[in-house]
């Protein structure tokens, strides 16, 4: 199943791939928090609807929680490129969530990442409460609360 939802994810940033936008356009804002490399190698696309693996096989895993909720996200993230629904695309705090997601996606590396997302669903739901999620929300809040600038990348390898 690992293996099923990685080719997809390859054919979705396949797909998008003249679409994509480097991170570094976001380089002045983010100077201090992520590598100039890091964000030169990271790509956003802004979508009408977030592009979400709607496999039998994942809802049979009762991963539906997941898959049926692009209404409320504003972004997802598969490998170094992540989706933003347009609303999303004006709010730099969600930029810097799914740049974590990003790095945990390096970090872990692809088949890791996605087996550990989905039990992370599996036993937490799709919330706040999933450890990976946790950790971008909570990075995410001390961005927004701007007080000292950190490295972020190294923050996440820390905690993973
Ligand atoms: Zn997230």
Redesign the pocket.
């Known amino acids: 199943m690992i293996a099923l939802v990685e080719s997809w994810i390859d054919e979705v940033n396949e797909a998008h791939k003249n679409d994509r936008r480097p991170c570094s356009v976001l380089q002045n804002r983010f100077k201090d928090y992520f590598r100039p490399e890091l964000l030169q190698s990271s790509y956003f696309v802004i979508v009408k609807v977030l592009p979400m693996p709607k496999m039998p096989e994942l809802r049979e895993a009762g991963l539906g929680d997941f898959m049926d909720n692009e209404d409320q996200l504003g972004?997802i993230?598969y490998k170094d490129t992540y989706y933003l629904v347009p609303d999303a695309a004006g709010d730099v705090g969600i930029h810097f969530?799914?740049l974590v997601?990003v790095i945990q996606w390096r970090t872990l590396g692809t088949r890791n990442f996605i087996q550990r997302y989905m039990e992370e669903i599996q036993r937490f739901g799709y919330s706040e409460k999933a450890p990976?999620?946790q950790m971008?929300?909570g990075l995410q809040k001390t961005f927004e609360e701007g007080v000292v600038p950190f490295d972020v990348e190294k923050k996440v390898v820390a905690t993973l």
């Open positions: 972004g993230t969530h799914e997601h990976l999620e971008a929300y």
